[in-house]
Nanobody
Framework: QVQLAESGGGLVQAGGSLRLSCAASGNIFRINPMGWYRRQAPGKQRELVATITSGGNTNYADSVKGRFTISRDNAKNTVYLQMNSLKPEDTAVYYC??????????WGQGTQVTVSS
């Protein structure tokens, strides 16, 4: 079973940037596609914001399109999320996992992103 660990979150001002990383303990090549999710409040459902296939095809939620970029390095078992032009509404705990959500395996701890206005 692949285990996932997210990192790179933090506190940033609106308009700033962050780069999230998701390290997998196993071979993520088997997980296709991969996605970044976020949960904006406890008890709220996770929202899928970006996906990427092993071939590099990407897809984004309208709320992040043009600002976020997902990428993956299968050799390093890592998936990334570059987040630019951050907005306060991007504040959330961010997770990576298989996509869509019904394919998701065990969830990691996530990484907190807080955007101040």
């Amino acid at each position: 079973q692949v285990q996932l660990a997210e990192s790179g979150g933090g506190l940033v001002q609106a308009g700033g940037s962050l780069r999230l990383s998701c390290a997998a303990s196993g071979n993520i090549f088997r997980i296709n596609p991969m996605g970044w999710y976020r949960r904006q409040a406890p008890g709220k459902q996770r929202e899928l914001v970006a996906t990427i296939t092993s071939g590099g095809n990407t897809n984004y939620a309208d709320s992040v399109k043009g600002r976020f970029t997902i990428s993956r390095d299968n050799a390093k078992n890592t998936v990334y999320l570059q987040m630019n032009s951050l907005k306060p509404e991007d504040t959330a705990v961010y997770y990576c996992n298989a996509a869509p959500i019904f394919l998701a395996t065990s969830w990691g701890q996530g990484t907190q992103v807080t955007v101040s206005s």
